[in-house]
């Protein structure tokens, strides 16, 4: 028997419109079971990493000493792709406060759709424990998909047109640009 976040996770990738039409439609399944798929999903990333780091220190440490440590790369792989995922939730809220004045609130609340549609990238942190040309290839045609699927869900599902996509992008660029330019300067701050 197959959870509710399972069936949504292999829905994702056989039928994404039939994941988008159970969560929009059906409320399938809330945001914070979304957040559980995502937060399960990435922190398979420093558990695999860990895994691959005791395998390669104790097969590669015999020809080439202090090549690899044993922590290497698992902090920095989870703080990647939950700093995505903090941005993508952001995106989300942003695209509700945009839609806000078109429909109803209360149908706005639920969509969190580029939840949903960065699934796929999450499940890539199961990649990162391969080597460095691999996991970036893999990493990389996750967001492809993750964006492929935003832009579908977009068009399709909210009836966006290209100009209203485009003019959204430019919104979030704004956005990613504040967040910067406000991270910076509490670095600069701190400094």
């Known amino acids: 028997m197959e959870t509710k976040e399972v069936r949504v996770l ?23 079971g979304i957040f ?28 080439y000493p202090n090549e690899i440590k044993l922590l290497d790369g698992i902090l920095s792989g989870t703080i990647f792709f939950l700093g995505v995922l903090f941005f993508i939730f952001h995106i989300d809220i942003l695209l509700s406060k945009l839609r806000a004045g078109d429909t109803d609130l209360n149908e706005i609340e639920n969509k969190d759709i580029f939840l949903l549609s960065f699934l796929p990238f999450s499940a890539s942190a199961l990649f990162y424990f391969l ?24 068009s399709k599902l909210l009836n966006f047109t290209l100009k209203q996509i ?11 640009l504040l967040l910067s330019s406000l991270f910076l300067f509490i670095f600069k701050v701190i400094r």
């Open 166 to 176: 485009l003019v959204f992008i430019s919104y979030i660029f704004i956005f990613l």
């Open 131 to 154: 080597p460095k040309p691999f996991n970036f290839f893999l990493i990389f045609i996750s967001f492809i998909y993750s964006i492929q699927l935003s832009y579908l869900s977009l």
């Open 10 to 32: 292999r829905n994702i990738f056989e039928s994404p419109g039939e994941a988008f039409e159970l969560f929009l439609n059906e409320n399938y399944i809330s945001r914070l």
């Open 36 to 63: 559980k798929i995502h937060f399960s999903l990435i922190l398979f990333a420093p558990l695999f990493k860990l895994i691959y780091n005791l395998i390669f220190v104790y097969a590669v440490n015999k020809f």
